[in-house]
């Protein structure tokens, strides 16, 4: 009985038998390079995340409330002026 990794052996056998890969060994590579390009994105998404707090920090910040009543102002200005 394989239980849970028979769950992971049929869609392998599965993409070989189709012609996507060579073996399974391939199969398994191209899941490690897809997990490897998914812990560089979460890193990277990390980053962007802290750097953004650290600009925020240095130049301030502005509610979410406050950043709306702003964009609701320059557009009641926009349509004001085009009438």
């Known amino acids: 009985m ?17 012609g996507r890969y060579r073996d399974r060994a391939e199969v398994v590579a191209a899941g490690v ?5 998914r812990d560089a994105a979460q890193a990277a998404f990390l980053a962007s995340v802290l750097a953004a707090e650290d600009e925020a920090e240095r130049e301030g910040y502005v509610s979410g409330e406050e950043m709306l009543a702003r964009i609701r ?10 009438l």
Not at 33 to 37: F, T, V
Request: glycine share 10%; net charge positive; charged share 20%.
């Open 73 to 82: 102002a320059r557009l009641a200005d926009k349509r004001s002026a085009c």
């Open 33 to 37: 390079a897809m997990l490897g390009e």
């Open 2 to 18: 394989l239980g849970a990794l028979g769950s992971v052996i049929r869609p392998q056998a599965a993409a070989v038998a189709e």
